[in-house]
């Protein structure tokens, strides 16, 4: 049974930074690629950040040079690195197993002064 568990969220001030984690099990982590997605109150949820098994990554516009995707192999996780947050960052961010389709349960963060 594939699970993927996200940690990290929470309220932080504009300009703060946060760092996300989505711990995997029931797959080979290693050999899957690995996304985060956002869904804010009453829109869409959207792509954010994409790792493959190599580590090649893929950002939104809207958080290049500030996020970052990585990835812990011997650990099965996956981690978004968010800097220079700003309020509309605001959403649950949700991590996504690309091989499995598999959808952790979502983390709130808040970006609020």
């Known amino acids: 049974q594939v699970q993927l568990v996200e940690s990290g969220g929470g309220l932080v001030q504009p300009g703060g930074s946060l760092r996300l984690s989505c711990a995997v099990s029931?797959?080979?982590?290693?050999?899957?690629?690995m996304g985060w997605y956002r869904q804010a109150s009453g829109k869409e949820r959207d792509l954010v950040a994409s790792i493959t098994s190599s580590g090649g990554t893929t950002y939104a516009d809207s958080v290049k040079g500030r996020f970052t995707i990585f990835r812990d192999n011997a650990k099965n996780t996956v981690y978004l690195q968010m800097n220079s947050l700003k309020p509309e960052d605001t959403a649950v961010y949700y991590c996504?197993?690309?091989?499995?389709?598999?959808w952790g349960q979502g983390t709130q963060v808040t970006v609020s002064s």
């Open positions: 029931g797959i080979i982590f290693r050999i899957n690629g």
């Open positions: 996504y197993s690309l091989g499995s389709g598999s």
